[in-house]
């Protein structure tokens, strides 16, 4: 293989797969002072020599320092792809478990696949939308626990209407008692 033919090959996109071993190499590495073939295997429920082939194929892109019998490292653009890919399964764990109460198991799993494929403008939106139903006023966990409700029943129209002007009123309300605390205290 030329030079060049090597280039294009190592500019490629990463894969699913390389970035699930970026994360699970950043993960080890938070989690013991070195990180070893075996434990990415144990850890992917991979064989062995199929670390060790993504290994070289990562250390070849700058990813990953690797020799054969030492402990992996990752150079800084491993770090940064291994620690996104982190911070996206967070959000999206935390979305699946927090806001849609899926079973932690499979939230881990479904997260997996998921940050793959999200741009990042999406888990932006994503993580900002999480933000606001469980901080703003018309919204909150009273809110979640009714779109529970609505998940099991669903639709509801007089009980929609009944909901929506309760959350007039505590919207009115909350909005009453954060002014009573910006005013001055009388003296």
Known sequence: MTDLQEQKRVQKPLTPVMEDYLETIFDLDSEKKAVRVKDIAKRLDVKMPTVTSMLKTL????LVNYEKYEYIEL?????AVGGEMRRRHGVLYRFLT????IDPEMADEE?????????EKTLESLTDFMDF?????????DWLEHFEEYRKHGYEFEKCRMLSSGFA????????QLQDKSLPADE
């Open 169 to 176: 009123c505590e919207l009115k309300n909350q909005a009453e």
């Open 75 to 79: 150079t800084a653009s491993g770090l």
């Open 111 to 119: 997260a997996c696949k998921m940050e793959h494929a999200l741009s």
């Open 98 to 101: 927090d806001i849609l109460h």
């Open 133 to 141: 139903i469980q901080k703003c006023p018309r919204a909150g966990l």
């Open 59 to 62: 250390s070849k892109r700058a």
